[in-house]
């Protein structure tokens, strides 16, 4: 036996019914453009402030990086194990091939070293008047200085009893201070 479903002219919704249906779905939806409207705010918020911490994380890691690649270190100066502002050092170019300078003929003199003098940058790291870390490479013609970071409130740089460099910077986010720093073992050759 087949069952028939009618359906009556009265069996819809009446048009109160469909006004509250309305009215109902605009507050959830007008809630929920709010909740998604306050959220971005604190992801724009909060990405700016991830953007200084991870810019001084990068600076940090450049500059121990660059650090061990050091022939020469004139701040800190070797010896000296107080707290410097900043890193001096000169390393090997490393835009160019590489080639060893070929010793003399005769026996070089003790500062005779496998890298040629003419191949070497003064590369400077430095915490400026803005609060920007700064990085100066001088090639012997030009300086060039880049900015590596915004929102610096320190940056330190202390010589250790073993060899190594402690590398340290501070950061301000809102009203706390993050500091980072990273240990820096260094090759034989540049030890005090």
Not at 106 to 122: E, Q
Request: some cysteine; aromatic content about 6%.
């Amino acid at each position: 036996m087949r069952r028939s479903y009618r359906f009556s002219c009265n069996s819809g919704l009446s048009l109160a019914e469909v006004l509250l249906t309305m009215s109902l779905l605009l507050v959830v939806m007008a809630t929920l453009a709010g909740l998604a409207r306050e959220y971005s705010q604190v992801l724009r918020f909060t990405s700016g402030k991830d953007a200084t911490l991870e810019a001084a994380l990068v600076a940090l890691t450049r500059s121990a990086d660059e650090s061990r690649e050091a022939l020469v270190f004139s701040h800190p100066a070797p010896g000296n194990f107080s707290p410097d502002s900043e890193l001096a050092f000169e390393r090997e170019r490393p835009d160019q091939n590489m080639g060893l300078a070929l010793p003399p003929d005769v026996a070089p003199v003790p500062p005779w070293g496998p890298v040629d003098p003419t191949r070497r940058l003064s590369v400077r790291y430095y915490r400026s008047a803005q609060n920007r870390l700064v990085r100066e490479v001088d090639d012997g013609t030009v300086i060039e200085p880049q900015e590596l970071a915004e929102g610096v409130t320190g940056f330190q740089v202390t010589r250790q009893p073993d060899g190594g460099l402690v590398i340290a910077i501070s950061v301000q986010e809102a009203s706390r201070v993050k500091s980072l720093s990273t240990r820096v073992s260094l090759p034989l050759e540049v030890t005090p």
